[in-house]
């Protein structure tokens, strides 16, 4: 269930093995559902319809690991600057290299926005400044680059680090100080917002996949499924006694894959059916997911490996691959290919962005985040690799 990572300094819990692997799958599983995006003529006929909900099963974790990985630690050593620290040298190195990453690709697509106007390089810049600094884009602003009302249009991803970041600033501030039954009413209260708003389809979309904008009730939707699921994730380290479950991996891993590639369900005038769908997914099948995989084990080398390396890439995979997506979808439609003519491109974008997701993380995130510790932080510092 649990191992120290080869990577972590002495003052660094042992990791939860599956919970690192599934957070790699779930990456993956959302190249996949970017890729279909490419092909999807509206929001609800895309044919990996509902990797969207990776996000929220990423909140989940993220608040199970920060639960367990600090919790205690505020009753000892650790203060409010020493977490933000902790925080910002764990996630905003890739923060920076996707943004940066992102630029490179709208430059190299020929700096104009989907509807071919040119935009100065000036607000290229502008927006990767903004980037840099996790600081939204408001819609139809002239460094809204690609004209999607995007809150990060060179990097579409980091939205969901915007989120992240407010999730750990409550944490720090609020949600650690909340005895653990006061803390199951406010998960309790977030789960309710949050189905009401999946329902009644208040995002206009059919879909939970909101917060990317801030446009419409975007802002609402994204701090809802943030509040929940990070919440319930928190709340679960709290109460967490692991059950017996052989073949937690692989078991949690087919029903990621099958619950991402569920089509939508209902048509346009039937929203609240999907509605009801993606609520269940991350109110209660998520959570479920998380306290199995958090209670399996791996049985032999070859699993912690898998496990292992799927962790590592996974917060790189999640943040760098987009770039790729934005020029895979400029060709795609100015070329109207469909999927059955594209695949094997695909299918390198898949791979290639594996081999990129892990270049940079040797080559840049870790070495970044061991000189940023041994400068900001005391020696025994770690940069877990946790996505949490």
């Known amino acids: 269930m649990l191992k120290t990572s080869s990577s972590a300094f002495s003052d660094t819990k042992p990791h939860y093995e599956l919970l690192d692997g599934l957070r790699g799958v779930a990456a993956l599983l959302v190249i996949w559902y970017h890729v279909f995006e490419g092909f999807a003529t509206s929001p609800i ?12 099963f990423f909140f989940i974790l993220s608040g199970f690991v920060i639960g367990y990985a600090y919790d205690d630690r505020w009753r000892t050593t650790l203060t409010l600057r020493g977490f ?12 920076v290299l996707g943004a940066v990453l992102g630029a490179v690709s709208y430059l190299v697509q020929g700096s104009e926005r989907w509807d071919g106007t040119p935009v100065p390089l000036a ?34 991803p980091s939205w969901s680090l915007f989120f992240e970041y407010i999730g750990n600033i409550l944490y720090a501030l609020f949600l650690r100080r909340m005895p653990t039954a006061f803390l199951a ?18 995002s206009g979309y059919g879909h939970l996949g909101v917060g990317w904008s801030l446009i419409d009730n975007n802002l609402l939707g994204g701090l809802l499924r943030l509040l929940f699921s990070f919440g319930i994730g928190l709340l ?11 073949g937690a991996f692989w078991l949690c891993t087919v029903a990621l894959a099958v619950l991402f590639a569920v089509p939508h369900i209902g048509g346009a005038d039937a929203t609240w059916q999907n509605g009801i769908y993606d609520a269940v997914c991350t109110i209660i099948v998520f959570p479920c ?15 912690s490996a ?11 995979i999640y943040i760098v691959h987009y770039p790729s997506m ?7 439609w100015k070329n109207g290919y469909t999927f059955s003519q594209t695949w094997p491109v695909a299918l390198g974008l898949f791979f290639g962005n594996i081999i990129l997701a892990y270049a940079c993380l040797k080559l840049y995130d870790e070495p970044v985040r061991r000189w940023l510790s041994r400068k900001f932080m005391d020696k025994k510092v770690s940069t877990s690799k946790h996505q949490s």
């Open 236 to 246: 679960m380290s709290r109460v967490f006694k692991p059950v017996k479950v052989r």
């Open 185 to 202: 009413f406010f998960v309790g209260l977030a789960g309710v917002g949050l189905a009401s708003y999946s329902v009644l389809s208040l």
């Open 326 to 332: 934005y020029l895979y979808y400029s060709w795609l």
């Open 123 to 156: 607000m290229v810049l502008l927006a990767l400044l903004l980037n840099f600094f996790l600081i939204p884009v408001a819609p139809g602003a002239a460094h809204d680059v690609r004209g999607n009302n995007e809150m990060y249009p060179l990097n579409g």
């Open 84 to 95: 933000f620290r902790r925080r910002l040298i764990r996630l905003h190195p890739m923060v």
């Open 306 to 316: 898998v496990c292992k390396f799927l962790g590592d890439i996974s917060y790189p």
């Open 289 to 303: 997911l998380v306290y199995i995989a958090a209670s399996g084990k791996t049985t032999d080398k070859v699993s």
């Open 45 to 56: 006929d895309q044919r990996f319809n509902h990797g969207y909900l990776a996000v929220d």
